[in-house]
């Protein structure tokens, strides 16, 4: 199954329907407002996850898209323990399903570094973020003000964001983390059909809302201030004719890009209803999209100091009938418990000496594998079933003499292009003359001599049906089945004279 761009529109539509339930206003006697805000207190808490997909295939799809249907079906992640300390340090550890097979995994993020450790890897992984905030810290960023901005922002959405029409709210007696809790439900419900409406709603409270918006727009000048003032931006706003703009003066900045963003969203709303008749014209499928078969539903358990401690979530993304699209519809599910909220919580550390930096490798298939264990579930789940090391094309003779040149009978290609197609690393040796390419899989050596019909593989000598020679471009041009065979791959000859190179 092919990633087509068409295929990732009929998704846009889920992000809206989440925010949308972000933002109900008191119901049954429960702000909500207050009790979604209300979370953004919480510095530490620990917290138990689930998700899972399933997606409905079409009619008639093909064996390979029925495969990646399958795939999905079978993908859940299980986090049994999520740790988050004080000073903002994350840790994670449960399980991801796939393919039938389980695959153990813990996390932890501070603000040096993401490591990530896999039952069957040799070594754990990190990514170091120390330049990534450094990076930022040098170009005047306060990385602590970002929290704040986050905390404005959300209320700003959160407060201008109507209600959905089904939603209620009840007191219930339900268990979090093994204690019974006294917690009013909140039951929320949005279809596809709802959401330009409630679009609509949204963009004209946010209109409406100047004070809100103003204290947005001021904590994003304080956040990206240093930045405005650098040399490097500072120059961009010169060339765009912005290099005069008073920006220490904070009150008259906000006003402006206030005045700017509110006749934005004015001539939007203006235009809101002919421009969505448009959408519908010109891509009537997206009304499946937007239809009463997508729906979000959430179920959210909020205790007394209004922190909500137990969700649900079920999304279900109905989809058009189309020949790119494999499937009818997606679901996604998910179920959240929280506890110990703003209690001693100490992130679980994964020890990185000896570790693996990501950073500093290029992740392809052999690197990835000859760090697991060959017998682990993870091995075989990323070379058996997903087949990380499948490697497939074709040449055509005829439309591809840039690629392929015929010498002899013998189809002659770069030995440069063999080598990245297969992430093989190549190395020229310009006073031997010599060509060494070596196997990212199985690190398999093929060793060959400009001017020379042989080639050395792993210590053996073969017969070449070609002498290898460097080409009017420079390329050092190889006998292609000779030296794929090599790479562990087969070279099959078609009926219509193409050439099938492939490898498992």
């Given at each position: ?21 972000a ?31 399933k997606?409905v ?19 859940s ?11 903002g ?7 991801l ?51 704040s ?6 209320a ?50 946010v ?24 040399e ?5 706003l ?8 008073p920006?220490?003066?904070?009150e ?10 509110k ?8 235009m ?16 499946t ?18 922190h909500?401690r ?20 997606i ?8 506890w ?24 392809s ?5 000859k ?77 060959l ?19 290898v020679?460097i ?7 190889v ?10 791959a ?15």
């Open positions: 199954m092919k990633l087509r761009n068409k295929r990732i529109k009929w998704l846009l539509p889920v992000l809206a329907l989440l925010l949308v339930l933002g109900c206003q008191t119901v049954g006697g429960l702000d909500v407002n207050k009790a979604l805000l209300g979370n953004l207190d919480v510095k530490s808490a620990e917290e138990s996850v689930t998700f899972s997909m997606a295939p079409a009619a008639g799809i093909s064996d390979e898209d029925r495969k990646i249907v399958d795939l999905i079906n079978s993908f992640v299980q986090v049994n323990s999520l740790k988050l300390q004080e000073n340090d994350l840790s994670a550890s449960g399980a399903a796939l393919k039938g097979k389980t695959i153990p995994f813990s996390l932890y993020i501070n603000k040096s570094l993401l490591a990530l450790n896999v039952e069957g890897a040799k070594k754990p992984f990190y990514y170091p973020l120390e330049d990534y905030n450094s990076v930022l810290s040098e170009s005047g960023v306060d990385l602590e003000k970002a929290e901005l986050n905390k404005l922002l959300t700003f959405v959160v407060n201008n964001l109507p209600n959905p029409s089904a939603i209620s709210a009840s007191a219930v007696t339900d268990t979090v983390y093994g204690e019974q809790l006294n917690l009013m439900k909140l039951h929320a419900e949005v279809t596809g059909e709802e959401l330009p409406g409630l679009l609509k709603s949204f963009l004209k409270s209109s409406q809302d100047s004070e809100g918006f103003k204290q947005f727009l001021g904590g994003l000048y304080d956040y990206l201030l240093p930045v405005l003032k650098s490097d931006t500072a120059d961009l010169d060339a765009y004719g912005f290099g005069d703009v920006l220490d003066d904070k008259q900045v906000v006003t402006v890009a206030h005045d700017a963003a006749l934005a969203i004015d001539t939007a709303l203006l809101y209803d002919t421009k969505l008749q448009e959408l519908y014209d010109n891509a009537p499928e997206i009304k999209v937007l239809g009463k078969d997508t729906n979000l539903k959430v179920d959210l358990f909020v205790d007394s100091s209004l909500v137990k969700e649900q979530m079920s999304l279900n993304v109905a989809l058009p009938q189309d020949d790119s699209i494999p499937i009818t519809s679901s996604f599910q998910s179920e959240a418990q929280v110990n909220i703003n209690g001693p919580v100490k992130a679980d550390v994964i020890d990185t000496t000896g570790g693996l930096n990501a950073s500093e490798l290029s992740l298939a052999g690197t990835i594998l760090n697991l264990n060959p017998d682990s579930a993870l091995y075989h789940l990323l070379k058996e079933d997903l087949g990380i090391t499948r490697r497939s094309f074709d040449i055509d003779p005829e439309y591809d003499s840039y690629l392929v040149e015929n010498k002899g009978n013998t189809a002659m290609v770069s030995a440069r292009f063999l080598a990245n197609y297969f992430d093989a690393n190549l190395e020229w040796d310009d006073s031997s003359r010599k060509i060494t390419i070596t196997d990212d899989v199985y690190g398999t050596a093929v060793t001599k400009i001017g020379s019909n042989q080639a050395i593989v792993d210590g053996k000598v073969i017969k070449l049906p070609q002498a020679y080409d009017e471009y420079g390329r050092g041009m006998p292609l089945r000779a030296v794929a065979e090599a790479l562990h087969k070279v099959t000859v078609n009926e219509d004279g193409t050439i099938t190179i492939s490898r498992d």
